[in-house]
């Protein structure tokens, strides 16, 4: 569904999923598109290349970044509140075989805090 959803944004999903708008910035080294223009391909194709060789090498890149918006959709699958708690039930029921079963095994369990009690007067 993901690779659907990214063709189409408008992509039909079933029950229980839902669309989820994801913003992100991302650097990005290139030439404008105006500079490029007025260079010519030969001259941007060599100075894109040069730039991906001086950040392969030495880490560093000559051209300067530009901050660029990317915004994807991603399919989430939504829970009703019956399926919450029966996932948290699951997971309360394997948290207490692990329990149980490391402490058949003999190793050490994680201690449980005490209440402090107080001498009364």
């Not at 659907?4 to 992100?24: H, S, W």
């Not at 990317?70 to 997971?91: G, P, S």
Request: with cysteine; net charge positive.
């Amino acid at each position: 569904m993901q690779a659907q959803l990214a063709i189409d944004p408008n992509y039909p999903l079933p029950d229980n999923f839902t669309k989820v708008k994801e913003v992100r910035t991302v650097q990005v080294y290139d030439i404008p598109e105006r500079t490029a223009k007025m260079i010519g391909e030969a001259r941007t194709v060599s100075l894109s290349v040069i730039d991906d060789l001086c950040n392969e090498l030495f880490g560093v890149h000559i051209l300067e970044s530009r901050v660029v918006r990317e915004e994807k959709f991603r399919v989430k699958l939504m829970f009703t509140r019956q399926q919450q708690k029966a996932d948290v039930d699951v997971v309360e029921i394997m948290r207490r075989f692990d329990d149980e079963k490391s402490q058949a095994s003999g190793k050490a369990t994680k201690l449980k805090p005490m209440k402090a009690s107080l001498p009364s007067t």
